[in-house]
Protein backbone atom coordinates (compact mmCIF):
# COMPACT_ATOMS: atom_id res chain seq x y z
CA UNK A 1 0.00 0.00 0.00
CA UNK A 2 1.33 3.01 -0.95
CA UNK A 3 -0.25 5.53 1.32
CA UNK A 4 -1.18 8.79 0.27
CA UNK A 5 0.63 10.35 -3.06
CA UNK A 6 0.98 13.59 -4.27
CA UNK A 7 2.37 15.54 -6.97
CA UNK A 8 4.76 17.25 -8.20
CA UNK A 9 6.58 17.41 -5.21
CA UNK A 10 7.64 21.25 -5.67
CA UNK A 11 6.38 23.59 -8.21
CA UNK A 12 7.67 27.16 -8.35
CA UNK A 13 4.54 29.46 -10.47
CA UNK A 14 4.49 33.33 -10.97
CA UNK A 15 1.83 35.39 -9.64
CA UNK A 16 -1.19 35.30 -11.77
CA UNK A 17 -1.28 31.80 -12.68
CA UNK A 18 -3.00 28.53 -11.90
CA UNK A 19 -2.32 25.48 -10.64
CA UNK A 20 -3.25 22.21 -10.02
CA UNK A 21 -2.19 19.86 -7.38
CA UNK A 22 -3.19 16.38 -7.53
CA UNK A 23 -3.61 13.21 -4.65
CA UNK A 24 -4.07 9.77 -4.57
CA UNK A 25 -5.21 8.32 -1.09
CA UNK A 26 -4.76 6.08 1.01
CA UNK A 27 -6.35 2.51 -1.02
CA UNK A 28 -9.71 1.53 0.77
CA UNK A 29 -10.04 5.80 1.46
CA UNK A 30 -12.83 7.61 -0.54
CA UNK A 31 -12.66 10.85 1.63
CA UNK A 32 -9.90 13.32 0.84
CA UNK A 33 -9.01 16.74 2.72
CA UNK A 34 -6.46 19.46 1.61
CA UNK A 35 -4.54 21.45 3.78
CA UNK A 36 -2.64 24.44 3.42
CA UNK A 37 0.63 24.86 5.78
CA UNK A 38 2.51 28.02 5.82
CA UNK A 39 6.32 28.09 6.97
CA UNK A 40 6.15 27.49 10.49
CA UNK A 41 2.29 27.29 11.37
CA UNK A 42 0.03 24.82 11.45
CA UNK A 43 -1.85 23.34 8.44
CA UNK A 44 -5.21 25.18 7.78
CA UNK A 45 -8.40 23.22 6.45
CA UNK A 46 -8.98 23.93 2.59
CA UNK A 47 -11.97 21.78 1.79
CA UNK A 48 -13.04 18.36 1.93
CA UNK A 49 -14.44 15.91 -1.13
CA UNK A 50 -16.62 13.19 -0.45
CA UNK A 51 -18.34 11.11 -3.41
CA UNK A 52 -16.93 13.50 -6.00
CA UNK A 53 -18.66 16.76 -4.02
CA UNK A 54 -17.52 19.72 -1.76
CA UNK A 55 -18.14 18.70 1.79
CA UNK A 56 -16.89 21.21 3.70
CA UNK A 57 -15.22 24.06 3.28
CA UNK A 58 -12.57 26.29 5.13
CA UNK A 59 -12.23 29.81 5.20
CA UNK A 60 -10.17 30.25 1.81
CA UNK A 61 -11.44 32.08 -1.42
CA UNK A 62 -13.47 31.02 -4.35
CA UNK A 63 -9.75 30.90 -6.05
CA UNK A 64 -9.25 27.59 -4.49
CA UNK A 65 -11.01 24.95 -6.17
CA UNK A 66 -10.87 21.43 -6.03
CA UNK A 67 -12.43 18.05 -7.63
CA UNK A 68 -12.67 14.05 -6.85
CA UNK A 69 -12.96 11.73 -9.19
CA UNK A 70 -14.65 8.51 -9.49
CA UNK A 71 -11.47 6.58 -8.17
CA UNK A 72 -11.22 9.16 -5.39
CA UNK A 73 -8.51 10.70 -6.21
CA UNK A 74 -8.48 14.64 -6.03
CA UNK A 75 -7.34 17.76 -7.38
CA UNK A 76 -6.77 21.14 -5.59
CA UNK A 77 -7.02 23.93 -8.20
CA UNK A 78 -5.52 27.53 -7.47
CA UNK A 79 -5.85 30.43 -9.89
CA UNK A 80 -4.99 34.35 -9.46
CA UNK A 81 -2.08 33.27 -7.70
CA UNK A 82 -0.50 35.49 -5.01
CA UNK A 83 2.83 35.48 -2.98
CA UNK A 84 0.92 34.84 -0.15
CA UNK A 85 -0.36 31.42 -1.68
CA UNK A 86 3.15 29.95 -1.03
CA UNK A 87 3.08 27.13 1.54
CA UNK A 88 3.21 23.56 1.55
CA UNK A 89 -0.22 21.91 0.23
CA UNK A 90 -1.12 19.11 1.90
CA UNK A 91 -3.62 16.38 1.45
CA UNK A 92 -5.18 14.02 3.72
CA UNK A 93 -7.41 10.65 3.23
CA UNK A 94 -10.07 8.70 5.30
CA UNK A 95 -12.40 6.14 5.17
CA UNK A 96 -16.21 6.03 5.91
CA UNK A 97 -17.11 5.56 8.89
CA UNK A 98 -20.49 3.95 10.06
CA UNK A 99 -20.63 0.99 7.45
CA UNK A 100 -21.31 -2.53 8.63
CA UNK A 101 -17.94 -3.66 9.02
CA UNK A 102 -16.11 -0.98 8.46
CA UNK A 103 -13.62 1.27 9.88
CA UNK A 104 -14.10 2.59 13.61
CA UNK A 105 -11.44 5.59 12.99
CA UNK A 106 -11.32 8.48 11.09
CA UNK A 107 -7.62 8.77 11.58
CA UNK A 108 -6.50 11.05 8.18
CA UNK A 109 -3.62 10.16 6.77
CA UNK A 110 -1.44 12.85 5.19
CA UNK A 111 0.26 12.53 2.16
CA UNK A 112 4.13 13.93 1.68
CA UNK A 113 2.83 17.63 0.57
CA UNK A 114 3.14 19.90 -2.31
CA UNK A 115 5.64 22.49 -2.00
CA UNK A 116 4.39 25.61 -4.14
CA UNK A 117 6.65 28.37 -4.20
CA UNK A 118 4.57 31.74 -6.00
CA UNK A 119 7.51 34.19 -7.74
CA UNK B 1 -14.54 31.11 17.01
CA UNK B 2 -12.42 28.09 16.44
CA UNK B 3 -9.03 28.17 17.26
CA UNK B 4 -6.72 25.58 18.58
CA UNK B 5 -3.24 26.91 20.12
CA UNK B 6 -0.42 25.78 21.90
CA UNK B 7 1.49 27.07 25.14
CA UNK B 8 5.18 26.61 24.77
CA UNK B 9 6.42 26.83 20.78
CA UNK B 10 9.97 25.18 21.35
CA UNK B 11 10.54 22.20 24.22
CA UNK B 12 13.82 20.65 24.49
CA UNK B 13 14.27 17.60 26.46
CA UNK B 14 16.97 14.90 27.60
CA UNK B 15 16.44 11.46 26.29
CA UNK B 16 15.28 9.24 28.33
CA UNK B 17 13.56 11.72 29.67
CA UNK B 18 9.20 12.39 29.70
CA UNK B 19 8.43 15.33 27.36
CA UNK B 20 4.70 17.14 27.92
CA UNK B 21 3.19 18.72 25.31
CA UNK B 22 0.59 21.36 26.21
CA UNK B 23 -2.31 22.47 24.24
CA UNK B 24 -5.29 24.95 24.39
CA UNK B 25 -8.39 24.97 22.41
CA UNK B 26 -11.59 27.43 22.73
CA UNK B 27 -14.16 25.81 20.75
CA UNK B 28 -16.03 23.71 23.92
CA UNK B 29 -18.33 22.41 21.44
CA UNK B 30 -15.57 19.62 19.73
CA UNK B 31 -15.50 16.19 20.95
CA UNK B 32 -12.92 15.03 18.86
CA UNK B 33 -9.07 15.91 19.86
CA UNK B 34 -6.02 14.32 17.81
CA UNK B 35 -2.34 14.89 18.26
CA UNK B 36 -0.01 14.82 15.34
CA UNK B 37 3.59 14.51 14.70
CA UNK B 38 5.37 15.93 11.85
CA UNK B 39 8.82 15.13 10.76
CA UNK B 40 10.60 18.06 8.45
CA UNK B 41 9.58 17.33 4.59
CA UNK B 42 6.94 14.95 5.75
CA UNK B 43 3.25 15.35 6.45
CA UNK B 44 1.68 15.49 9.89
CA UNK B 45 1.32 11.54 10.91
CA UNK B 46 -1.45 10.62 13.37
CA UNK B 47 -0.24 9.71 17.02
CA UNK B 48 -3.00 9.47 19.36
CA UNK B 49 -6.70 10.30 19.43
CA UNK B 50 -9.72 11.20 22.38
CA UNK B 51 -13.27 11.90 22.02
CA UNK B 52 -14.67 14.63 24.88
CA UNK B 53 -16.43 11.66 27.15
CA UNK B 54 -12.89 10.57 28.16
CA UNK B 55 -10.31 12.55 29.89
CA UNK B 56 -7.19 9.93 29.75
CA UNK B 57 -5.89 7.50 26.40
CA UNK B 58 -2.86 5.98 26.32
CA UNK B 59 -0.88 4.22 23.52
CA UNK B 60 2.75 3.24 23.29
CA UNK B 61 4.89 5.56 25.13
CA UNK B 62 2.26 8.19 24.72
CA UNK B 63 -0.84 9.41 26.76
CA UNK B 64 -3.45 12.00 26.14
CA UNK B 65 -4.83 14.22 28.77
CA UNK B 66 -8.35 15.79 28.20
CA UNK B 67 -9.69 18.60 30.73
CA UNK B 68 -12.76 19.93 29.29
CA UNK B 69 -13.22 21.59 32.12
CA UNK B 70 -10.49 24.34 30.96
CA UNK B 71 -10.25 23.27 27.65
CA UNK B 72 -6.59 21.96 27.90
CA UNK B 73 -5.14 19.26 26.18
CA UNK B 74 -1.59 17.56 26.92
CA UNK B 75 0.53 14.50 24.93
CA UNK B 76 2.83 12.83 27.34
CA UNK B 77 5.93 11.24 25.57
CA UNK B 78 7.58 8.67 28.16
CA UNK B 79 11.06 7.67 27.82
CA UNK B 80 11.56 10.32 24.91
CA UNK B 81 14.08 9.25 21.84
CA UNK B 82 15.66 11.33 19.58
CA UNK B 83 12.97 9.90 17.00
CA UNK B 84 10.85 11.93 18.75
CA UNK B 85 12.04 14.96 17.35
CA UNK B 86 9.61 16.68 15.45
CA UNK B 87 6.51 19.30 15.56
CA UNK B 88 3.38 18.08 17.43
CA UNK B 89 0.71 19.55 16.44
CA UNK B 90 -2.89 19.14 19.01
CA UNK B 91 -5.92 19.40 16.45
CA UNK B 92 -9.71 19.36 17.05
CA UNK B 93 -12.74 17.86 14.84
CA UNK B 94 -15.25 19.92 14.39
CA UNK B 95 -17.92 19.59 12.12
CA UNK B 96 -20.58 16.20 11.98
CA UNK B 97 -18.02 14.03 10.01
CA UNK B 98 -15.07 14.52 12.28
CA UNK B 99 -13.12 14.85 9.19
CA UNK B 100 -12.81 18.68 9.33
CA UNK B 101 -9.19 19.52 11.67
CA UNK B 102 -8.47 22.84 13.02
CA UNK B 103 -4.57 22.37 13.57
CA UNK B 104 -2.82 24.52 16.05
CA UNK B 105 0.09 26.47 15.48
CA UNK B 106 2.20 23.55 16.68
CA UNK B 107 5.38 22.63 18.90
CA UNK B 108 9.08 22.01 18.38
CA UNK B 109 10.27 18.92 20.30
CA UNK B 110 13.61 18.69 20.24
CA UNK B 111 15.82 15.64 22.07
CA UNK B 112 19.28 16.11 24.10
CA UNK B 113 21.24 13.06 23.55
Known amino acids: DAGVTQSPTHLIKTRGQQVTLRCSPK?????VSWYQQALGQGPQFIFQ???????QRGNFPDRFSGHQFPNYSSELNVNALLLGDSALYLC??????????????????FGPGTRLTVL | GESVGLHLPTLSVQEGDNSIINCAYSNSASDYFIWYKQESGKGPQFIID?????DKRQGQRVTVLLNKTVKHLSLQIAATQPGDSAVYFC????????????FGPGTSLSVIP
Open chain 2, 91 to 102: AENVGTSYDKVI
Open chain 2, 50 to 54: IRSNM
Open chain 1, 49 to 55: YYEEEER
Open chain 1, 27 to 31: SGHDT
Open chain 1, 92 to 109: ASSPTLGLAGGPVSNEQF
